[in-house]
């Protein structure tokens, strides 16, 4: 994102309008606007306004952030960052690296399980679509079927375990974004089922 001496550079200069020009119109000095241009001053919010009506724009111009295009992934279409017998992640978003929210997919069979031991600021929302997914924040435990949500802080260590009889399938947003090793399972313990009924813990290490 453009700060707002850069985008008002820009504009000035898409209207074709020099530093004296502009401070003509709204009665600020060009030496000050180069300042403001360059970062080192910061107009009252009356300059700010008079600047805007100057430009043609309203003052939200100056602080919006850059519009990215919408992304669509089709069904069963979004990247795996693992997939195996037991548990798959999917990324729901095709270019995460420049959003606030990373959305992904997770399918696990039953006796699968994930915990975050350590813990981080951040938040993380999940809506199970299918199955039963029991979800441990703290100290409190959850158990969520199909049609329920859970959104927690991940201040506090925090699992989830798939404790029912089927396979789960849930959709989880997080923000801020975590990297996609993290999200495949690095980091974290993760528990699964094997054929015959026997499991194992495996430590994943970043």
């Known amino acids: 994102m453009q700060n707002f001496g850069e985008r008002l550079r820009a504009l000035r200069n898409e209207r074709g309008l020099t530093l004296a020009q502009l401070g003509h119109k709204v009665d600020l000095s060009a030496s000050y606007l180069s300042q403001i241009e360059r970062g080192v001053a910061m107009p009252s919010l009356s300059k700010l306004a008079a600047i805007a009506r100057a430009l043609d724009v309203e003052v939200r111009y100056f602080f919006e952030d850059d519009a990215s295009s919408p992304c669509v992934v ?5 990247r ?9 992640v999917e990324l729901l978003s095709a270019n995460p690296s ?3 929210i990373q959305p992904y997919r ?3 069979q039953p006796g699968t399980s994930r915990e975050w031991s350590s813990t981080y600021p951040g938040e993380k929302c999940g ?3 299918k199955g039963q997914l029991t979800v441990t924040v703290g100290e409190e435990t959850f158990v969520l079927k199909a049609g329920d949500s859970i959104h927690y802080q991940t201040l506090q260590p925090h699992s989830w375990r798939n404790e029912g009889d089927e396979e789960c399938i849930v959709v989880w947003a997080v923000s801020p974004p975590i990297s996609e090793a993290e999200l495949g399972g690095e980091g974290c313990e993760e528990t699964s089922s094997f054929p015959g009924g026997g499991k194992a813990a495996v430590q994943k290490t970043s």
């Open 127 to 129: 809506f199970v679509l």
């Open 106 to 108: 997770i399918v696990c």
């Open 80 to 88: 795996k960052l693992k997939d195996t017998m037991d548990t798959v």
């Open 74 to 78: 089709r069904a069963n279409q979004g």
């Open 98 to 100: 420049d959003k606030k």
